[in-house]
């Protein structure tokens, strides 16, 4: 089956630096791939979709500055968390659909996703 | 009102019991239907999706309602394994409209 690999599992930083999280698509092509954020007890929640080869869309209330996206190849979409404050520790998980031409009835499949803890 | 609401539980059953999940959604154009079942700290993994007619995998059955604008999810002869939080995802708006709900809690008890 389709399989995303998402690194780190688990980073602890200090405020202030910056973290970046990487998502690949290991047997498939992945021309958008998917960002989410999940707090203790929360659903998770959509920050911005990744396109490949152009710039991402992010959701309402999300920092495109603060989130730097990049989707430079098929395969892998980084997420950089710049300049990192205790509020972003969360749950961070990529996924991506894995048919060629991706549709709305084929299901997502998530990295194992990132835990950020920022001191 | 919510996009997607579920029942957040905890669901507290006995082993070998039958227990059912519904998740209403509010987009009557919402085109395709997923339960994924998140275990503690870890990602979402897909469970099954859920198709018109109706569909079975094993001690897993799902269904869709689309006059009532729900989905559920009835998981036979509970095994502890089952314990985990379901997912309700509902996808609408075109194919990168995917809505999760919040989850419902299942813990199965010995």
């Known amino acids: 089956g389709a399989v995303v690999s998402q690194h780190p599992s688990w980073v602890i930083c200090k405020s202030g630096t910056s973290v970046k999280i990487e998502c690949r698509s290991l047997?498939?092509?992945?021309?958008?791939m998917f960002w989410y954020r999940q707090f203790p007890k929360q659903s998770l929640m959509l920050m911005a979709t990744?396109?490949?080869?152009?710039?991402?869309?992010?959701e309402q209330g999300v920092e495109k500055d603060k989130f730097l996206i990049n989707h430079a190849s098929l395969t892998l979409s980084t997420l950089t968390v710049t300049s990192a404050h205790p509020e972003d520790s969360s749950f961070y998980i990529c996924?991506?659909?894995?048919?060629?031409?991706?549709?709305?009835?084929?299901?997502?499949?998530f990295g194992n996703g990132t835990r950020l803890t920022v001191t | 009102r919510k996009e997607v609401e579920q029942d957040p539980g905890p669901f507290n059953v006995p082993e070998g019991a039958t227990v059912a999940f519904n998740c209403t959604y509010s987009?009557?154009?919402?085109?395709?239907f997923f339960w994924y079942r998140q275990d503690c700290r870890k990602e979402p993994k897909l469970l099954m999706s859920?198709?018109?007619s109706g569909n079975e995998d094993g001690r897993f059955t799902a269904q869709l309602n689309r006059a009532s604008q729900y989905i559920s999810l009835l998981i036979r002869d509970s095994k502890l394994s089952d314990s985990a939080t379901y997912l309700c995802?509902?996808?609408?708006?075109?194919?990168?409209?995917?809505?999760f709900g919040t989850g419902t809690k299942l813990q199965v008890i010995p």
């Open positions: 996924s991506a659909r894995d048919t060629p031409i991706a549709s709305y009835n084929s299901p997502l499949h």
């Open positions: 047997d498939f092509q992945a021309t958008t």
């Open positions: 990744s396109n490949e080869g152009s710039k991402a869309t992010y």
């Open positions: 987009n009557s154009a919402s085109q395709s």
């Open positions: 859920v198709y018109s």
């Open positions: 995802v509902v996808n609408s708006g075109g194919y990168q409209k995917v809505t």
